[in-house]
């Protein structure tokens, strides 16, 4: 396992998942993997097949739909698209995860903690 | 509500695996054929682009076993796996697989047949009878007589009604004494057990016949007055088949025809703890039913066994303490129905009727060896 590579956070493949299919509209599991990747920088040590439980857990709670449909090159293949509960879904997380973020961006750069002070400890 | 979607859906995952996959299967292999095609335009050979595909998917074998745990409910799966592996290992051994279901069986049998007993003989005594929480045991003994329960005696007719008239601490008072006779009914003769009561009996313990009526105060006076007798539900239904007519009709109780006035509702079986009675006279029948000897106006014939429902709020101690003195020469003892040194044989009995089994010390012994074991 290549170890510059950043593990998928438990919990952020399902949003990334959930943003990736709310922009590019119904999209076949290769197509996702594809996007994420690009969009990543080939800097995620990502199975591709994690996507495909990802998907159905999504599915079964309702903020993903599949559909059988026909690809590009002509050939049968599953298509997953964002439902409504899920772009609700995909709002709520997007928010929480920023927010988490800059939580975690405070203490990882010192410089940016107010100086403690002898009154406040 | 998410939460419910979810194990609906895999619930309902768990009857279509077959399609699930061939979905699957399909699935994976367009995403590898798209993969090893996008290889090949970079340059790679068809090995290579192979390779580097199943590499990047990550194991297929892995990626469907995940995605098949994620389809329904593992748990279930293998729950059914154990089931079956269980069930293989019980065929091979089949002598000690008969040995330890044989121990189960005892073994659960016996402990539920105790706690019926329990709930029978101790928590629950009468069925059908209201506020029995609240009801207790009387019986006499003589003063100056060290107190062994075993000394205590039965009530006579009249302590009866001087501790009816004169005690402010029950809700009621009744007496009961067990007989029996034998009750020919077309070409079926069989003995059956029944009580004689105090005419109060039913409207003291709320038990309502569902059909007729329950006895009236007059029935209890008038030497062989009153030949009217209460059946069970259960001798209705099994001896009279549940003749709604039943009602007026005569039988004949030791030689003499009885009027059947009422029929007790279901599930009432009397107040002698773990008998089931069939019917019940009046204390006015008394001389034709406990050996011919008429008893009613002797005070020192003492044939009853008397039963009380203590009033709420009174703790069985106070009128242990605060009982009517009767006579110079008795007390009277109050205490829980079926701690009754006297009522060993009934529980006996209670085990009789519930199980059929027998009860002696050896045989529960054994039971008890078997409840361990399961």
């Given at each position: 396992m290549d170890h510059e590579k950043a593990d998928v956070l438990h919990g952020s493949l399902g949003l990334m998942l959930l943003r990736t299919l709310d922009t590019l509209g119904p999209q076949h599991g290769w197509g996702i993997a594809r996007r994420i990747e690009q969009i990543s920088g080939d800097a995620l040590a990502l199975?591709?097949?994690?996507?495909y439980p990802s998907l159905l857990r999504l599915e079964q709670m309702g903020w993903v739909a599949s559909k059988w449909g026909t690809s590009d090159n002509n050939r049968r293949a599953k298509f997953y698209s964002i439902t409504r509960a899920g772009k609700k879904q995909l709002a709520a997380e997007a928010e929480n995860w920023e927010r988490i973020s800059d939580i975690l961006g405070r203490f990882l750069k010192p410089s940016r903690l107010p100086k403690p002070s002898k009154e406040s400890l | 509500m998410t939460a419910i979607r979810v194990f609906l859906r895999r619930l309902g995952g768990l009857f279509r695996s077959e399609r699930l996959e061939s979905d699957m299967d399909a699935e994976f292999e367009f995403h590898l054929e798209n993969e090893v095609a996008e290889n090949l335009r970079r340059g790679m050979s068809p090995d290579d682009a192979l390779a580097a595909a199943r590499r990047r998917f990550g194991g297929v074998s892995q990626m469907k076993e995940a995605y098949r745990d994620a389809h329904s409910l593992p748990f279930l799966q293998v729950f059914w796996q154990d089931l079956r592996f269980g069930s293989r290992m019980l065929r091979r051994n089949p002598g000690s697989s008969i040995l330890a279901i044989l121990c189960l069986t005892i073994g659960i049998g016996a402990t539920t047949a105790v706690f019926s007993w329990i709930e029978g003989v101790l928590l629950r005594p009468f069925p059908g009878v209201a506020h029995q929480e609240r009801m207790m045991a009387v019986a006499g003994t003589f003063r100056g007589v060290s107190g062994a329960p075993g000394d205590s005696t039965d009530l006579s007719w009249p302590d009866f009604q001087d501790f009816e008239r004169n005690c402010k601490l029950f809700d009621a008072f009744i007496v009961d004494r067990i007989t029996g006779v034998t009750l020919a009914i077309g070409d079926r003769a069989d003995r059956t057990r029944g009580s004689v009561v105090s005419a109060n009996y039913f409207d003291a313990l709320g038990v309502r016949p569902i059909l007729g009526r329950g006895f009236e105060p007059a029935e209890d006076s008038g030497r062989n007055a009153h030949p009217v007798v209460v059946i069970s539900y259960q001798m209705w239904k099994e001896r009279f088949h549940g003749d709604p007519a039943i009602i007026g009709r005569a039988q004949m109780l030791n030689g003499m025809p009885h009027t059947i006035i009422g029929v007790a509702p279901e599930g009432f079986y009397g107040t002698f703890v773990g008998w089931a009675m069939q019917f019940w006279v009046p204390v006015s029948m008394q001389e034709r039913f406990t050996g011919?000897?008429?008893?009613?106006?002797?005070?020192?014939a003492p044939w009853i066994e008397g039963f009380v429902r203590l009033k709420p709020g009174v703790t069985p101690s106070k009128p242990r303490r605060r009982y009517p003195r009767l006579r110079a020469s008795w007390s009277t003892i109050i205490r829980p129905p079926t701690a009754a040194g006297a009522r060993d044989c009934s529980l006996c009995g209670r085990l009789r009727s519930t199980t059929r089994a027998p009860c002696s010390p050896r045989c529960l012994s054994r039971w008890r060896w078997c409840a361990s074991c399961s």
């Amino acid at each position: 396992m290549d170890h510059e590579k950043a593990d998928v956070l438990h919990g952020s493949l399902g949003l990334m998942l959930l943003r990736t299919l709310d922009t590019l509209g119904p999209q076949h599991g290769w197509g996702i993997a594809r996007r994420i990747e690009q969009i990543s920088g080939d800097a995620l040590a990502l199975n591709q097949g994690t996507l495909y439980p990802s998907l159905l857990r999504l599915e079964q709670m309702g903020w993903v739909a599949s559909k059988w449909g026909t690809s590009d090159n002509n050939r049968r293949a599953k298509f997953y698209s964002i439902t409504r509960a899920g772009k609700k879904q995909l709002a709520a997380e997007a928010e929480n995860w920023e927010r988490i973020s800059d939580i975690l961006g405070r203490f990882l750069k010192p410089s940016r903690l107010p100086k403690p002070s002898k009154e406040s400890l | 509500m998410t939460a419910i979607r979810v194990f609906l859906r895999r619930l309902g995952g768990l009857f279509r695996s077959e399609r699930l996959e061939s979905d699957m299967d399909a699935e994976f292999e367009f995403h590898l054929e798209n993969e090893v095609a996008e290889n090949l335009r970079r340059g790679m050979s068809p090995d290579d682009a192979l390779a580097a595909a199943r590499r990047r998917f990550g194991g297929v074998s892995q990626m469907k076993e995940a995605y098949r745990d994620a389809h329904s409910l593992p748990f279930l799966q293998v729950f059914w796996q154990d089931l079956r592996f269980g069930s293989r290992m019980l065929r091979r051994n089949p002598g000690s697989s008969i040995l330890a279901i044989l121990c189960l069986t005892i073994g659960i049998g016996a402990t539920t047949a105790v706690f019926s007993w329990i709930e029978g003989v101790l928590l629950r005594p009468f069925p059908g009878v209201a506020h029995q929480e609240r009801m207790m045991a009387v019986a006499g003994t003589f003063r100056g007589v060290s107190g062994a329960p075993g000394d205590s005696t039965d009530l006579s007719w009249p302590d009866f009604q001087d501790f009816e008239r004169n005690c402010k601490l029950f809700d009621a008072f009744i007496v009961d004494r067990i007989t029996g006779v034998t009750l020919a009914i077309g070409d079926r003769a069989d003995r059956t057990r029944g009580s004689v009561v105090s005419a109060n009996y039913f409207d003291a313990l709320g038990v309502r016949p569902i059909l007729g009526r329950g006895f009236e105060p007059a029935e209890d006076s008038g030497r062989n007055a009153h030949p009217v007798v209460v059946i069970s539900y259960q001798m209705w239904k099994e001896r009279f088949h549940g003749d709604p007519a039943i009602i007026g009709r005569a039988q004949m109780l030791n030689g003499m025809p009885h009027t059947i006035i009422g029929v007790a509702p279901e599930g009432f079986y009397g107040t002698f703890v773990g008998w089931a009675m069939q019917f019940w006279v009046p204390v006015s029948m008394q001389e034709r039913f406990t050996g011919g000897v008429y008893q009613l106006e002797d005070r020192g014939a003492p044939w009853i066994e008397g039963f009380v429902r203590l009033k709420p709020g009174v703790t069985p101690s106070k009128p242990r303490r605060r009982y009517p003195r009767l006579r110079a020469s008795w007390s009277t003892i109050i205490r829980p129905p079926t701690a009754a040194g006297a009522r060993d044989c009934s529980l006996c009995g209670r085990l009789r009727s519930t199980t059929r089994a027998p009860c002696s010390p050896r045989c529960l012994s054994r039971w008890r060896w078997c409840a361990s074991c399961s």
